[in-house]
């Protein structure tokens, strides 16, 4: 049974958490968990409080045990972007871009 999380419009920028997701995809949830907790990317703590997120659905609602589970899907889309300008020399105004995410984690039941 597969038990999904999702976080939306997460301040970020997609292409940094999606190394992040890359890099657990297809792992023991155990064994992610850990793997997040030492990453220096600021994206991992996103990426671990959806895992964590998941992990919980799965044991709370489905009645799934958190050491047989691993992470099918992970991934990160682009979410929308907040636009601001900001004040240069001589009157001009240069874009400033702030990027959003939506993080996704799907975790399956190992015997599944």
């Not at 976080?7 to 155990?30: C, F, P």
């Not at 609602?61 to 691993?70: F, G, M, V």
Request: proline share 4%.
């Amino acid at each position: 049974m597969r038990v999904s999380a999702t976080a939306k419009y997460l301040r970020g920028s997609t292409r940094k958490a999606r190394l992040v997701t890359l890099a657990i995809r297809g792992k023991r949830v155990e064994e992610a968990a850990a793997l997040l907790r030492f990453m220096p990317q600021h994206a991992a703590r996103d990426v671990a409080m959806v895992l964590k997120s998941a992990t919980a659905n799965a044991e709370n609602n489905h009645n799934l045990s958190a050491e047989d589970l691993i992470i099918v899907e992970a991934h990160a889309n682009e979410g929308p972007t907040m636009k601001r300008w900001r004040p240069r020399a001589q009157g001009r105004a240069f874009p400033i871009h702030k990027p959003m995410t939506h993080i996704t984690v799907v975790v399956e039941d190992r015997e599944a």
